[in-house]
């Protein structure tokens, strides 16, 4: 069950890249000021969430209107909107959770939905068209372009027996820290990129080099 999270940072991709990920999704949630995406490209979601303290009235009436349940939380709550976003999306039975919209000019907000990445044991990406942030499973292949930039990071106080093969930089048995970033700024030399490693946490940026994306249709 794959659910799309709108968040309510600045969309940074086109919007056929939404409406792509919309079409693939079975649960579609607007998270406050994430309603103005779906209200913008005339697609409704299944609910609104959040303290809706940052979503236009325009928007929540437009909502309201196409009977888009809504999730009301007080500002003063113990959770992100994201957090209960995303306790929301797996009470649904999802196991694979896209999020986008989460990048905006708060960058505390960034990366405290960055972290949540060690809280949850399913399936969550950070996507837009340039970017795709998760963590990173145990034994993780994927198919890429050669020349893409990744950031590997520990979630953790370390992770080690880190191996890495397709990249500029391998490893082989190596650890990484918390607080000594080594890991940024990789680069992909192969069709196909394996990472592994035995204990702790991993988290990839992955950069897409698309640049000047726009919110067109």
């Not at 607007?30 to 913008?40: H, P």
């Not at 949850?120 to 068209?129: A, C, G, R, V």
């Not at 990071?153 to 093969?165: A, M, P, Q, R, V």
């Not at 940024?184 to 988290?203: A, F, H, M, Q, R």
Request: charged share 30%; with cysteine.
């Amino acid at each position: 069950m794959k659910a799309f999270i709108v968040s309510g940072g600045k969309p940074k991709s086109s919007l056929k890249f939404y409406k792509n990920i919309i079409n693939e999704s079975d649960i579609l949630i607007a998270v406050d000021k994430g309603i103005e995406l779906y209200k913008k490209i005339d697609i409704e979601p299944d609910y609104l969430i959040g303290d809706l303290d940052s979503a236009s009235q325009e928007s929540i009436e437009w909502a309201e209107s196409n009977d888009v349940e809504i999730i009301k939380y007080r500002p003063e709550k113990d959770f992100t909107d994201i957090d209960l976003a995303i306790d929301f999306a797996i009470e649904k039975n999802s196991d694979n959770i896209i999020i986008s919209g989460f990048l905006g000019d708060r960058l505390d907000h960034i990366f405290g939905a960055i972290l949540l990445l060690k809280k949850y044991n399913k399936l969550i990406t950070f996507k837009e068209e340039f970017l795709e942030i998760s963590k990173v499973p145990k034994n993780f292949e994927m198919n890429v372009k050669t020349g893409e930039t990744w950031s590997i990071f520990s979630l953790t106080e370390k992770t080690e027996g880190i191996y890495l093969n397709g990249f500029k930089y391998s490893l082989k048995n190596g650890t990484l820290f918390f607080n000594n970033p080594i890991g940024i700024s990789n680069e992909t030399v192969n069709k196909t990129i394996e990472i592994s490693y035995e204990k702790g946490c991993l988290v990839y940026f992955r950069w897409k080099n698309l640049l000047g994306v726009k919110n067109n249709a």
